[in-house]
């Protein structure tokens, strides 16, 4: 069971975490460096929490839809967060798999497109507002399931 993420890293969106590493890459021409370079290692420790040993994965959450998320994991790895190792868990784990034979779907990779959960995963909780009655979208569909067209 994972634990719970960090409210440092939580309360950080995706823009302010986006923002950070590419302050950190580029340069802010603010002379911020070393403030960027400090919040990137903190994002880039904190995302171990969402680390899964068994799958070698990220999971996708800490608590709902904690799953095994194969997109998110290789975009981590893209953005050289968490450590070398877990790193090349993570694309070993995702080739080890094999790429399937054209039109067949395999548990990570199908027809050139990557899944964002392994299959036959599926979401389970697909709505976040209070007092939401909505489900999720049918397995096997883009948002839940699917294969994403990434490049």
């Known amino acids: 069971m994972p634990r719970p993420v960090d409210n440092n890293l939580r ?21 911020n460096t070393s403030l960027y370079a400090s ?6 420790r904190a995302i ?11 999971l996708a959450a800490s608590h709902d839809n904690a799953l095994p998320d194969v ?17 090349q868990g993570v694309v070993k784990t995702v080739l080890s798999q094999g790429v399937p034979d054209s039109g067949e779907d395999g548990t990570y990779l199908g ?19 209070p007092g939401c009655t909505g489900g999720c979208p049918p397995i096997g569909t883009y ?8 490049r």
Not at 39 to 44: F, G, L, P
């Open 39 to 44: 919040q990137a290692d903190q994002i880039a």
């Open 111 to 129: 027809n050139g497109q990557l899944r964002h959960l392994p299959s036959p995963l599926a979401w389970t909780r697909c709505c976040w507002t």
């Open 11 to 31: 309360n950080n969106n995706s823009n302010n975490v986006m923002h950070t590493i590419l302050a950190v890459q580029l340069g802010d021409g603010l002379g």
């Open 48 to 58: 171990d929490v969402l680390y899964d040993p068994i799958t070698e994965l990220f």
């Open 71 to 87: 997109w998110g994991s290789l975009y981590a790895v893209a953005l050289n967060l968490s450590s070398p190792a877990r790193q």
């Open 143 to 150: 948002q839940n399931g699917g294969y994403w067209a990434t």
